[in-house]
T-cell receptor, first 118, second 112 residues
Framework: EAGVTQFPSHSVIEKGQTVTLRCDPISGHDNLYWYRRVMGKEIKFLLHFVKESKQDESGMPNNRFLAERTGGTYSTLKVQPAELEDSGVYFC????????????????FGPGTRLTVL | GIQVEQSPPDLILQEGANSTLRCNFSDSVNNLQWFHQNPWGQLINLFYIPSGTKQNGRLSATTVATERYSLLYISSSQTTDSGVYFCAVENAGGTSYGKLTFGQGTILTVHP
């Protein structure tokens, strides 16, 4: 079974440019999460999708960030325009729906996308 | 929101030594996971352990939910155990399920 995959692994952009990060969750996982770690701080929650719906987007820092999950499969996280403080590692995670028999709350993380804004 | 504190912040060991990492949390939890972030930055899931004890090879973990702490034991440490260990919890009293709150991590360095 393939794990969570993220693309690209690294991205270097200029301040003011746009970047789109992609996450492919584990097949069959309804829950998809975005987290990020900036400036050596703790890993922070950004948002949570259940299928294609946003369950919780309380961690999104501002309206320069837009997350989508059309069709309930892969997700994209767009930053437009990027600022210096957006630099960091963006992680995606997925989990089964715990309300379905056999599902658990275990979240499986992708390798992350390292974003550098110059 | 829920607070998660890990200790110690840094730990240096000789290969073969044993160690205990601690995670304290400030409220009841539905989910607690331990992760190892390897030198390439990947977060490897070690344990899903909201309560009880689990073992996997040289690693074991215990969560005492009523006292709001979890321990990760590493026995006979190897250089490949080096990296950052994170504890993350989902607050049972939160407004939505799934959101993990991470501790600041314990940086483990194992010397040969």
């Amino acid at each position: 079974e393939a794990g969570v995959t993220q693309f690209p692994s690294h991205s270097v952009i200029e301040k003011g440019q746009t970047v789109t990060l992609r996450c492919d969750p584990i097949s069959g996982h309804d829950n998809l999460y975005w987290y990020r770690r900036v400036m050596g701080k703790e890993i922070k929650f950004l948002l949570h999708f259940v299928k294609e719906s946003k369950q919780d987007e309380s961690g999104m820092p501002n309206n320069r960030f837009l997350a989508e999950r059309t069709g309930g499969t892969y997700s994209t996280l767009k930053v437009q325009p990027a600022e210096l403080e957006d630099s960091g590692v963006y992680f995606c995670a997925s989990s089964k729906n715990p309300r379905i028999a056999g599902g658990t709350d275990t979240q499986y993380f992708g390798p992350g996308t390292r974003l550098t804004v110059l | 929101g829920i607070q998660v504190e890990q200790s110690p912040p840094d730990l240096i060991l000789q290969e073969g030594a044993n160690s205990t990492l601690r995670c304290n949390f400030s409220d009841s939890v539905n989910n607690l996971q331990w992760f190892h972030q390897n030198p390439w930055g990947q977060l490897i899931n070690l344990f899903y352990i909201p309560s009880g004890t689990k073992q996997n090879g040289r690693l074991s973990a215990t969560t005492v939910a009523t006292e709001r702490y979890s321990l990760l034991y590493i026995s006979s440490s190897q250089t490949t155990d080096s990296g950052v260990y994170f504890c993350a919890v989902e607050n049972a009293g939160g407004t939505s399920y799934g959101k993990l709150t991470f501790g600041q991590g314990t940086i483990l360095t194992v010397h040969p």
